[in-house]
């Protein structure tokens, strides 16, 4: 068992983590920082970022920057004021006593790996996606998973969205101001959403939908060149020559580690305290994705990442 107890130990990195990384430096709380494995599929190093190729909507960069060396920034900054980062990922947790216990590695080691006095979880959540050949390689490079992030880039193009639920269905129309074509493809015969997004998806002459139909394969070496459409019923094959496609059949935040530890709405997500980063737990806090269900960007990841930071200072010094 470590010999001493941090006052802050954050699990998972991305925009939240590592602004939280940044504000609870600068107090003096020293904060050690699990943030990840890059082989994991969820947890990785930097969050949804690093599968990001050119980002221009992240205020102070006007020429753009690559997601990539937005996270490098982000850690580069919370190192320089004494976070200590590690990259593992946190296995097990045991919020029930205090300190709060964290293992790294075995989960059934019989010592933690971390005690901590408060801890802030900053795990994020991940796209859904598809499974097929070529898309995590063509991500950024035609394939997207978030519509207001690249759709500007389609400008006057051709392109498609997965899905038919109201994510999907919002994002078609949002990239309907820049797509001269935005073509909903759905497994099914008519949409999951609701009536009112549906009534103006079939308003706007830009959407044209493509029923019964499942992307089967991602055309394209460098860049998206087209997908092939299956015909769910049939089985016949058709090609769409788009350049873009937005995957929106949903997410899946990463909290299976908090099972049992803290609430979680239906979809999975924590449940903070409105207007705070509070969780169930004294001395938890969540920020980012992987509390957050609606907003889902950098910008406000990085600011509930500050929240987070500034809950935790204010709250320890209320128990020191």
């Known amino acids: 068992m470590p010999a001493d107890v941090r006052d802050v130990v954050i699990i998972g990195s991305g925009p939240a983590g590592l602004t939280a990384a940044i504000y609870t430096a600068r107090a003096n709380l020293a904060p050690v920082v699990l943030e990840g494995e890059p082989s994991s599929t969820s947890d990785q190093p930097g969050g949804q970022l690093m599968l990001t190729t050119e980002v221009e909507n992240f205020p102070g960069f006007p020429e753009g920057v690559m997601g990539p060396q937005l996270m490098v920034n982000f850690r580069d900054q919370a190192e320089r004021f004494g976070a200590q980062l590690h990259t593992v990922k946190a296995s097990r947790v045991d919020f029930g006593q205090r300190p709060f216990r964290i293992w790294v590695g075995d989960p059934d080691a019989p010592a933690p790996t971390w005690l901590a006095n408060s801890v802030i979880v900053s ?39 997965v899905g038919g639920g109201d994510s999907a269905v919002e994002e078609a129309s949002f990239l309907t101001k820049f797509a001269s074509k935005v073509t909903i493809i759905h497994r099914r015969d008519e949409l999951r959403a609701s009536k009112i997004m549906q009534d103006r998806a079939f308003a706007n002459d830009k959407i044209e939908f493509h029923w019964n139909g499942q992307v089967s394969e991602i055309i394209g070496e460098d860049r998206l060149e087209g997908v092939v459409v299956t015909d769910t019923q049939d089985g016949s094959t058709e090609r769409l020559d788009v350049s873009g496609l937005f995957v929106a059949i949903g997410h899946k935040p990463n909290t299976d580690l908090f099972d049992g530890q803290l609430d979680r709405k ?42 987070a930071a500034i809950d935790a200072e204010r709250w320890l010094e209320t128990q020191h």
């Open 266 to 307: 239906d979809n999975g997500y924590l449940v903070t305290v409105p207007g705070s980063s509070r969780t169930n737990v004294e001395g938890v806090f969540a920020c980012g994705d992987v509390q957050d269900d609606y907003y889902r960007q950098a910008i406000t990841a990085a600011g509930s990442g500050c929240m």
């Open 123 to 161: 795990t994020g959540a991940q796209s859904l996606m598809l499974g097929l050949d070529n898309e995590t390689r063509l991500i950024g490079h035609g394939v997207s998973t978030c519509a207001t992030c690249d759709g500007f880039f389609f400008r006057d193009q051709e392109i498609a969205v």
